[in-house]
């Protein structure tokens, strides 16, 4: 029984370390860290859909943005104020305890889902906000393809 008991252990062991050695943890920098969008968005370039915490993001030069563009950056940097002002209302709401006390229990239930809710709202708007007014891209390779094929496009072909 006890041999029995040691080949199973033994297996074991064996088979940890072909695993640990076959599939080592990825790099640290592979991780998501605090505070990285793990959202995916599409390469300009390819159009291949990756985190965003993993690509590169470039910020678009302001002269580049078309009118539609000035306008739904405008709207949503707004937009963004207006949310972020309400969640710090009810940030500092939830910390005022004297205010806490009148209210019930489905007061703060309300208060709760509404914050919930404008978070979520934050977040998608400021992701918005990025596609707006930036580019992404896989690695810095797709970046430099991506400004080489629009330099092409808008070098003026010379005609005799
Ligand atoms: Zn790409």
């Known amino acids: 029984m006890l041999a029995f008991i040691i080949t199973l252990i033994l297996i074991w062991l064996a088979m940890w370390a072909f695993f640990k050695f076959m599939y080592p943890k990825p790099p640290k920098e592979f991780m998501p860290k605090k505070g990285d969008v793990i959202t995916p968005r599409e390469c300009d370039f390819c159009g291949y859909p990756l985190a965003e915490y993993r690509g590169v993001m470039e910020a678009k030069p302001e002269t580049l943005l078309m009118a539609t563009d ?38 703060k239930k309300q208060a709760q889902s509404a914050y919930d809710d404008h978070q979520k709202q934050l977040f998608e708007k400021k992701q918005a906000l990025k596609k707006v007014t930036t580019w992404f891209f896989c690695n810095y390779e797709h970046q430099a393809d991506f400004h080489a094929r629009n330099a092409e496009q808008i070098t003026p072909t010379i005609v005799k």
Request: glycine share 0%; charged share 30%.
């Open 70 to 107: 000035q306008q739904r950056k405008n709207e949503l940097t707004s937009e963004i104020a207006a949310l972020e002002q309400q969640i710090a209302t009810y940030e500092k709401q939830a910390s005022d305890k004297a205010y806490q006390k009148q209210l019930t229990r489905q007061q």
